[in-house]
């Protein structure tokens, strides 16, 4: 009878009730044949290995078990993380950093994710160190920056910084005003793409900024400025410099003012808090506010406000104004940046 003819089996065939005996039926008979088939031709087995779609239709064989029992148990391994893992890596679903990229960046998407706990919970963002690797090896210490959204109606920074910034009027817009979850979650994510920005901008050009991995929501996942064993590197405010240590901070500092007055930029919140100390060499962080100072019509003060916060940390160490000569400093800040 036409139901037990394997041969005819058809996928579009609407009786299931006769594939389903077709499938349960051992058909002794065909499988003595496949066997030897197998033995007489070595390469068949692999055949079937590398074969998407069996080709014998209607009836699953023992090498299409087997294969179908892998396939299965692939997927299931696929979904469990390795033991004291968060997470698998986010890579492929960010926004990557700038070209050319450090040769210790993580690619790899069968990465995971740890979270090693948190370095600083900071008013608009909390920094997580997290470690990223192929399972089985020691992997990258990263900072992980997340921007946070529930628990501040307004970010300190919003007023001033945000409105310089030109926004259709939108339902975004409303809900930003409206300090809505949803808007709250999009000025999150604002800061975290004008951070990741402006950090891949300065990267770039080489100022002294760490590289910045990867963005994805209001996550940035940072160059971690610190040690192996987990200890990040102090903040400019932490450190008490030699004389001759502090003078050379001063100059890496002012050196990098220069790099980004020269592109029209001021930091727009330095301090010695947002300045990290790491084996000698001055890096700078926190730059979602990176201040256009021509485009802002309050560039100008952003500027010698950065240059005031910083002579005044230098200048309570210890070093001399003739030294500082923040007048002057200004005068060049303000000309590399085409104000004056
Ligand atoms: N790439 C990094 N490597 C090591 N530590 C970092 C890194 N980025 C940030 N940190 C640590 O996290 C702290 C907070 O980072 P950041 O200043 O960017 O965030 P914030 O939200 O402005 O915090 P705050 O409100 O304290 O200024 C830094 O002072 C520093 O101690
Ligand atoms: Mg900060």
Redesign the pocket.
């Known amino acids: 009878m036409r139901q037990h003819d394997s041969d005819d089996f058809d996928l579009f065939d609407a009786r299931p009730a006769h594939r389903s005996t077709r499938f349960e039926d051992p058909r002794p008979a065909r499988r003595g044949r496949f066997d030897e088939e197998t033995r007489e031709r070595p390469n068949r087995r692999a055949r079937y290995d590398d074969e998407p779609e069996p080709a014998r239709r209607g009836r699953l064989t023992e090498g299409e078990r087997v294969r179908l029992a892998k396939l299965r148990d692939d997927a299931y391994t696929e979904t469990q993380l390795p033991d004291g893992a968060d997470r698998w890596s986010t890579w492929d679903d960010a926004e990557h950093g700038p070209l050319p990229r450090p040769d210790w960046v993580v690619t790899e998407l069968a990465a995971v994710d740890t979270d090693l706990g948190v ?2 919970t ?6 997580h160190l997290l470690r990223r690797g192929l399972p089985g090896t020691p992997g990258t210490l990263l ?1 992980a ?1 997340r921007y946070r959204s529930d628990e501040h109606k307004l970010f300190h920074r919003d007023a001033g910084y945000l409105e310089g910034r030109r926004m259709r009027r939108s339902r975004e817009m409303r809900a930003i005003e409206h300090r809505s979850a949803f808007g709250r979650n999009l000025i999150a994510e604002q800061w975290t793409v004008a951070e990741f920005a402006a950090l891949s901008r300065l990267w770039t050009l080489g100022a002294p900024v ?1 590289y910045p991995v990867q963005r994805n929501g209001t996550e940035l996942l ?5 040690e192996d064993d987990g200890t ?2 102090p ?1 400019l405010a932490q450190v008490r410099p030699e004389p001759d240590e502090l003078t050379d901070l001063w100059f890496q500092a002012t050196a990098a003012l220069e790099l980004l007055a020269s592109e029209g930029l001021a930091h727009g ?1 330095l301090s010695a ?2 300045l ?1 100390v790491h084996r000698g060499r001055l890096v700078v ?2 730059l979602p506010q990176v201040v256009d100072v021509v485009a802002n019509p309050a560039g100008v003060e952003f500027l010698a406000r950065d240059v005031r916060n910083l002579a005044g940390w230098f200048h309570g160490r210890g070093l001399g104004e003739h030294v500082t000569k923040t007048d002057d400093l200004l005068a060049e800040l303000f000309s590399a940046a085409g104000l004056g």
């Open positions: 370095l600083k900071g008013k608009e963002a909390d920094v900072a920056k760490p940072l160059e971690f400025l610190g990040a590197a903040r919140d808090y947002n990290l962080i926190d």
